[in-house]
């Protein structure tokens, strides 16, 4: 018989073992995928993880893709250290999109430098607005910050329709639901001539930076460790815990709402009902594969976007179907939590006791 | 089977084509950008198959590629891009919300051309095309008026976009025109395709009393339904019968073959232009499936002579008198919408009921 026994410490080398394993592991049950489908396992594999590295368009794209779930991954680390569940970045990340737009959009064809930083300062006052819902209810009322997060995000959704739909909708657009295309000095630069990386990716590294500081160095990291791990402990520490509730839902909203900006006002050039395509759920995986710590989150970021490019690629030369990036963010996510486990437990092989288990074969 | 056999020869084709240009062995690559997935067995499933009678038209002088399920976000220009970098000759995009990705990627690869269905953008390398599906909303809103017990049409809508409203007021029109008395009542969902919405709203139709269904939406979930509590309904974009034997009476069929095959062979011969084109009934973009056998001799001579009077040009799904739904005057008696009218179309004709969603 196989027992799980919970390990005195946390092994050290698992917690980092972990994602590498979990995927390696998916790409071993991709290969595996692949095969059944009567596709060359290796080529599959290679068009999803390696080829897209091999082309300074595929790297450019991947940081397109990276730059959002970097941006909302290290924001939602700091709750998920300290317990505190945002499932609802999607949301936040929405109306950040639509603040920013409506702000490029009320200043439409004025020139000048701070046209973007004000509207960056309105998505991350928007995302922080989002955020302040849940973190009011939670500390009032007590209600389950992962609903409300989560259900909120339906809301952002539908307002963000609406409002395309309606007031800001394209005046000269023969009533399509989309907004007029933002012009240049409300428009995201790009890093380089031709591509579509943008200079957002540079404030998510800036934001990667600030983020390892302040859980290395800054007592707020600290709290948020022992608020997660030991809430007593933390409580006898005298860490208030609802502050920690409005740090961490204002701070991964805030992240989340500036995020939303950059892809309205990058990539995309204009509000359409499609903005959010799930960077806000994707980032819970990219959080937890990069375990909570901002340079493991900058990792996670760049290998989930990699599987987009990689899934799209696959999908353009190999004609295989588009669930095969979903499949593979499932399995990065099912591999480590149940790698996790070994982290925590280990494996004893107990000597059959016989009454019991007679009992259970007879059962 | 006949995907798997598509694949591999897709997969010898790319195997045989890596590391030269796509015209160097003569073939013309087609791409196929699609919004849902080629299973919606509506919409992008029409596209698909018409892609597929491309390759079944010019054999193995063309290779065509797909994608589908590309979000109109921000996605849509990386995907766009990738089929121009890989040496596609010819670029379907075929949603709305393709617009400006596709005139982005256009500009940037001024050699490739560009195909975008239902928009209004173009450019020298970038072609529209659309279908006037009104049409087929004419026959089908006449069965309706016909076929209605409780007087109840249920609609299912997408979004309050010129092509829907466009819709519902040809069905509206043609349904009143032969049952004073019927009433339309339309629950917006706000998506192309998401077949557990679809169900929601057509069972919220029927329990509103509604006993024939419409949609504009590309999944056959309402056709199910229809077929589960025993009404009648209209398939779109495909032929839906299988999902409601019983219940659909007829579909609109979108048929773009004819147009691609026309588009791909102007790309080989080398006389492609940017052109605006707006089929119909009779150059066959838009079909009409078979009529159910539920129809009374009456109903089904009603409908293929609107089919024949429209082919004819003696039928126009909008002819005067029609007023506005505050009851300002459109168009005078006899007169017929232009064409400028109905792509910019954003109000109710006289009679529906409800308010356009803003």
């Known amino acids: ?363 | 089977m006949q995907r798997k056999a598509l694949k591999l020869a897709a997969l010898g084709l790319a195997a045989a084509l890596i590391g030269g240009p796509a015209l160097a062995d003569g073939k013309t690559k087609v791409g196929f950008v699609y919004v849902g997935p080629v299973g919606d067995h509506g919409w992008s499933y029409e596209h698909d198959q018409s892609r597929l009678a491309v390759e079944a038209e010019f054999g193995d002088k063309v290779e065509t590629t797909y994608v589908e399920k590309v979000s109109e976000g921000p996605d849509a220009e990386r995907v766009i891009q990738q089929l121009a970098r890989s040496g596609h000759d010819l670029i379907f995009t075929t949603s709305f919300g393709f617009m400006n990705p596709t005139l982005k990627v256009a500009k940037q690869f001024p050699k490739v051309k560009f195909e975008h269905a239902t928009g209004f953008k173009r450019a020298p390398n970038l072609a529209t095309y659309s279908a006037r599906f009104y049409e087929g909303r004419t026959v089908i809103g006449l069965i309706a008026g016909k076929m209605t017990k409780t007087n109840t049409v249920g609609y299912i809508a997408s979004f309050p976009i010129p092509e829907v409203v466009r819709g519902i007021n040809a069905a509206y029109l043609a349904a009143k025109s032969v049952n004073p008395d019927v009433k339309f009542k339309v629950i917006w969902v706000s998506t192309w395709f998401d077949p557990g919405k679809e169900a929601d709203a057509a069972k919220a139709l029927i329990d509103q009393g509604a006993d024939v269904l419409m949609q504009h939406t590309d999944s056959p979930a309402a056709m199910q339904v229809a077929e589960e509590r025993g009404i009648y309904a209209f398939g779109q974009a495909s032929d839906m019968k299988r999902f409601g034997p019983n219940a659909q009476l007829t579909s609109i069929v979108d048929n773009w073959a004819p147009y691609y095959i026309a588009r791909v062979k102007a790309v080989m011969d080398g006389t492609w232009e940017s052109t605006d084109t707006w089929d119909g009934i009779k150059p066959g973009m838009v079909g009409i499936a078979p009529l159910s056998d539920k129809l009374p001799a009456d109903v089904k001579a009603l409908a293929q002579q609107a089919i024949d009077d429209i082919v004819a040009g003696t039928r126009h799904s909008f002819t005067g008198p029609i007023n506005k739904q505050d009851g300002s005057p459109w168009l005078k008696a006899g007169e017929t919408a232009s064409d400028g009218d109905l792509a910019s179309m954003n109000f109710y004709v006289e009679g529906v009921e409800g308010a356009l969603p803003k």
Not at chain 1, 31 to 38: I, P, V
Not at chain 1, 126 to 136: D, K, N, S, T
Not at chain 1, 330 to 340: A, E, R
Request: glycine content about 10%; some cysteine.
């Open chain 1, 1 to 363: 018989m196989i027992r799980l026994e919970p390990r005195p410490t946390a092994s050290t080398a698992m917690i980092y073992i972990a994602p590498a394993a979990a995927i390696l592991l998916s790409m071993a049950a991709g290969m595996g995928l692949f095969w059944a489908l009567g596709e060359d396992p290796v080529r599959g594999i290679g068009m999803v993880f390696i080829e897209p590295l091999t082309d300074w368009f595929y790297i450019s794209e991947i940081s397109v893709k990276g730059t959002p779930l970097l941006l909302i991954a290290i924001g939602l680390s700091f709750g998920f250290r300290a317990g505190i569940w945002n499932i609802g970045a999607e949301g936040q990340f929405t109306v950040g999109a639509l603040a920013g737009g409506a702000t490029a959009l009320a200043l439409y064809d004025m020139e000048g430098l701070w046209v973007l930083p004000l509207m960056a300062l309105a998505s991350i006052a928007a995302g922080m607005a989002w955020a302040a819902i849940p973190a009011f209810l939670r500390t009032r009322l007590n209600t389950n910050e992962i609903l409300v997060t989560l259900m909120l995000t339906y809301v952002a959704t539908h307002i963000l329709s609406i409002l395309v739909h309606g007031p800001l909708k394209d005046p000269t657009g023969f009533n399509f639901p989309e907004s007029r295309l933002f012009h240049d000095a409300a428009t995201v630069p790009v890093l380089f001539e031709g591509a579509r990386a943008h200079v957002g990716l540079l404030a998510a590294f800036l934001v990667v930076a600030v983020a390892w500081l302040t859980l290395r160095y800054h007592v707020f990291g600290f709290q948020m460790k022992v608020t997660g791990q030991a809430p007593r402990a933390a409580r006898f520490a005298g860490f208030v815990q609802p502050r920690a509730v409005w740090a961490c839902l204002l701070i991964s909203g805030g992240l989340a709402g500036f995020a939303g900006m950059l892809e309205a006002a990058g990539p995309v050039g204009q509000l359409v009902p499609a903005i959010p395509v799930g960077y806000g759920f994707t980032a819970i995986i990219v959080a937890f594969l990069g375990r909570l710590q901002p340079l493991g989150i900058l990792f996670a970021s760049f290998v989930m976007a990699l599987t987009y490019i990689g899934g799209e690629a696959a999908q353009i030369d190999m004609n295989l179907p588009n669930a095969i990036t979903g499949v593979f963010q499932g399995m990065f996510l099912f591999l480590l939590l149940g790698i996790d486990v070994l982290t925590r437990y280990r494996v004893r092989r107990i000597p059959r006791r016989p009454a019991p288990s007679a009992a259970l074969r007879g059962a």
